[in-house]
């Protein structure tokens, strides 16, 4: 008998770019567990191999029921969501707060002392999106991820530019944005172990910058 929750709408994604100010208390243990979650199960899935590892196991690490485990989320391949959106997370809410006369690279922090400091945290994440490479269940939740973010990202350039998210411009900068964005994210993983790897933050610029000029005239 399956008794794994429906998957939760709206996605984080989706109201990101609509939220405003503090989360109440509750709101912020309920994603701190789910953090903690994510954490679990991306060290368990790196050990013992997606297949390998049970919800139960996943439940344990956690201090919680394979019954609560349900409740937050739908799947065990889902449990490695909260992790992989914390930087689309941070990305979409310094869209919205872009400047007007800034670029795309100083709206997103990349050339800041705070973006040094998210590098140094990274490196669960960096190993998770390395899982998704080889693991078709958690490659699955990354892609949708970023099906959602482009969304967001649309959003968020249709009322910079006074315009519908429907607009054909904005969904193929919208997308663009998004592929190079995920696209950065992966290589930065996939290098990070590796003696003088490039921040994040530096692979990011680099990829946005090719998705400039990716085109031809």
Known sequence: MDHRAPAATPSALR?????????PLTERRKAATRLDISRQAVRLFAAQGVAGTSADEIAAAA?????????????????VRPLLLTGL????????????GATLTEALGLDDDEASERDRDSAEVAQ????????????????????????GFAA???EREGRDAADLAVRVRAGTLNVALRIAVEEWARRADAPGAPPLREVMRAALGHAATALPG
């Open 156 to 158: 968020i350039l249709a």
């Open 89 to 100: 997370e941070d990305i979409i809410e310094r869209l919205r707060a872009w400047p007007p």
């Open 128 to 151: 998770l999106v390395r899982l998704t490479a080889g693991e078709p269940g958690l490659r699955a939740v990354w892609l949708q991820i970023h099906s959602e973010a482009a969304d």
């Open 15 to 23: 109201t990101a770019s609509r939220r405003t100010g503090r989360p």
């Open 63 to 79: 201090g919680l029921s394979t019954r609560t485990l349900w409740r937050y989320f739908p799947s065990k391949e889902e449990c």
